[in-house]
């Protein structure tokens, strides 16, 4: 029953954090909380994604130890191994890290603003318009533009068409998201069509944009999408507060002071960004954005928002499936879209199955 | 009952808010009218009314979370829309019906939300923040449920786990939609008992009730609503008529004072006879 005899509590002396976080205080005016669990969370998930790497750089067509791609890292060891691991292994590497970190970041994000753990970046269209668009450049304009950058401008122009045809009605609103399904299906059957109408010599070469992949990716790209990740990540990190308040009702948030709209648009921004950036490197791997996040929920035992979590699993599901695709059938490549299809979805099914009470997304 | 020894929170200043010529619409669908009215101070306010009257859309305009199509809301002599919503929220707490809450959240985790319009990325946790949140736990009597998740308490904890969202937000303004709808009879009373609780330290409370008796014997002052309209206001002693129920919801009854309180109850209530 309730208190009838309610005093003021004793004044604390001293300030405490709260059970389970960690207070940050950097002179008088910052007083920061870190939840501790996500610290040794995303400290594991460093770890774990730096030893991937080193085995990653060592396997291949020419097998290299792990202490040699150390050394080459460290910058010894013999010109061969330097040429294979530092030219060709670490730039897909990176790649491979940057691409599943924006996928998975991006995903975290659109399923905590659309309170469904089954939203991805792709159902508003994206990766099919950036999947037509790259098309189109390699089958019908003779490489006018570089598939990437005509990926980027797909990416740019699925966004545009899905906020112009929802009326600004809001991104949370259906309307937002039939736009975009439909803009998905107009590209998707843009890319059929073209890939069925021209030899198939060029049809080959487009292939890799239809399915995702890491080989040979232009790497202005992947140094640009290296700078949009960073920022994202920063700008994550920036408005975690204000993003921790998602999962509310839209009353619940307007009524703690925030700006729900503003909340909203700026965590699509961050989603659209990271989405077209990756797919203008590696074309459609969407699983990313559902199995990454979905790894990190499972690792933070489904409480609050893994934003930087989702960025470390998705980095590491990229790069794991992009070595097995590279290896398992060597010297034929898989690409790693469909890899991530064929291991990440059955994953994914056993995930959503075992655990669907615990989440309410 | 009368032992209450409060003490005030110091920062528990006054706050007044009213509408003025206030008209709220769903899309095209006018809702409420040219409406105006003021929250006593200091008092327990009740708006009772049948379902579709307008109760919860006149809360939500009150709190700033609907806009009005014209009229304005003052809090505290000023534009509710034309303040920062960051300040509105130190004077003014709104607790929705609908509860959604992030997964695996902690009791005092969720009352530490509370805390977030007197917050700022680098002012995340001080002393005051943690003086809120402790008060707000014995305030609720959940000191000892802070660290259990919201999702394994009963109802009517849960219920008191979000009131203590709100008063840790440490506004001298509280207003709640249905607080005690969905709870069994001794849950309702633990929230009610709770608000009367708040309006003795000099909280404005406004909340939006259906069971008649209990907005009468916990409320000061009672705003009936039909239609969008206010059909009268008052103490509930001087409102509750049997004209007034049967013109609220259709149906007559009889009153009688309750032998203990004195306020009114409702006895044989039937159908109207046309």
Redesign the interface.
């Known amino acids: 029953?309730?208190?009838?005899?309610?005093?003021?509590?004793d004044?604390?002396t001293s300030?405490?954090?709260?059970?389970g976080?960690r207070?940050v205080s950097i002179g008088q005016?910052?007083?920061?909380?870190i939840e501790k669990e996500a610290i040794v969370r995303n400290t594991w998930l460093l770890l774990v994604l730096f030893f991937a790497s080193i085995i990653t750089l060592g396997s291949g067509t020419m097998a290299i130890s792990p202490k040699e791609v150390v050394d080459v890292l460290l910058g010894q060891g013999d010109t061969m191994n330097q040429f294979v691991v530092k030219d060709l292994r670490l730039p897909r590497l990176l790649a491979a890290i940057y691409t599943g970190a924006a996928f998975s970041l991006a995903g975290c994000l659109m399923q905590t603003m659309a309170?469904n753990r089954l939203a991805t970046p792709g159902i508003i269209g994206i990766d099919n318009a950036a999947m037509a668009f790259a098309v189109s450049s390699i089958v019908g304009m003779s490489v006018s533009l570089a598939p990437s950058f005509m990926a980027l401008a797909g990416a740019a122009t699925a966004t545009a068409l899905a906020f112009g045809l929802a009326g600004g009605s809001g991104t949370r609103g259906y309307r937002f998201i039939v736009a975009g399904i439909g803009i998905g299906a107009i590209a998707g059957a843009v890319t059929q069509l073209l890939l069925s109408q021209v030899s198939i010599d060029v049809a080959n070469s487009a292939y890799p944009w239809t399915v995702g992949s890491l080989s040979a990716r232009d790497p202005f790209m992947v140094n640009t999408l290296s700078i949009g990740i960073a920022i994202c990540v920063i700008g994550c990190l920036?408005f975690s507060?204000q993003f921790?308040?998602l999962?509310?009702?839209?009353?619940?948030i307007?009524?703690?002071?925030?700006?729900i709209k503003h909340i909203r648009i700026l965590a699509l921004i961050l989603c659209i960004t990271l989405t077209g950036l990756a797919v203008a490197v590696a074309g459609p791997v969407g699983l990313v954005a559902l199995v990454g996040p979905e790894i990190a929920r499972v690792l933070s035992?489904?409480?609050?928002?893994p934003l930087i979590s989702s960025a470390l699993t998705g980095a590491l599901v990229m790069m794991l499936s992009d070595l097995f695709g590279r290896t398992v059938l060597s010297p034929i490549e898989l690409p790693v879209g469909i890899v991530t299809a064929v291991i990440g979805g059955p994953y994914l099914i056993w995930i959503l199955v075992r655990r669907s009470s615990?989440?309410?997304? | 009952m009368t032992a209450t020894a409060f003490k005030q929170k110091p920062n528990t200043f006054s706050a007044s808010l009213s509408a003025d010529k206030l008209s709220l619409k769903h899309g095209k669908i006018s809702i409420i009218d040219q409406l105006n009215v003021t929250l006593p101070e200091g008092q327990v306010t009740a708006i009772v009314g049948p379902n579709g009257c307008g109760k919860s859309t006149l809360l939500n305009g009150l709190s700033r979370v609907h806009t009005p199509s014209s009229g304005v809301v003052m809090l505290d002599g000023k534009d509710i829309h034309s303040l920062p919503s960051k300040e509105v929220a130190r004077r003014l707490a709104l607790l929705p019906q609908d509860t959604l809450a992030p997964d695996g959240i902690t009791i005092e985790e969720l009352i530490r939300f509370g805390r977030h319009p007197h917050q700022s990325l680098l002012r995340q946790w001080a002393m005051d923040d943690q003086e809120a949140i402790k008060y707000a736990l014995q305030a609720a009597d959940l000191e000892g449920l802070k660290d259990r998740l919201l999702d394994t308490l009963s109802g009517g904890q849960r219920q008191r786990a979000w009131i203590a969202m709100s008063i840790a937000q440490e506004t001298p303004l509280l207003l709640l939609d249905e607080p005690t709808s969905a709870l069994d009879l001794g849950h309702q009373i633990e929230v009610f008992e709770l608000i009367r609780n708040l309006s003795r330290q000099g909280k404005t409370l406004a909340m939006v009730v259906h069971d008649l008796p209990s907005a009468c014997r916990y409320s000061d002052h009672i705003i009936a609503m039909k239609e969008g309209e206010i059909l009268t206001q008052g103490s509930p002693k001087d409102i509750m008529t049997k004209e007034l129920v049967r013109e609220l919801y259709g149906v007559d009854c009889d009153l009688m004072p309750d032998p203990m309180t004195g306020s009114p109850i409702l006895i044989n209530i039937r159908r109207l006879k046309s």
């Open positions: 029953m309730i208190n009838q005899s309610l005093s003021m509590p004044t604390p300030n405490t954090s709260p059970n976080y207070l005016h910052a007083q920061i909380l309170r920036l507060r921790a308040l999962p509310f009702s839209d009353q619940v307007t009524g703690l002071g925030a700006n035992r489904y409480r609050g928002i615990r989440s309410s997304l």
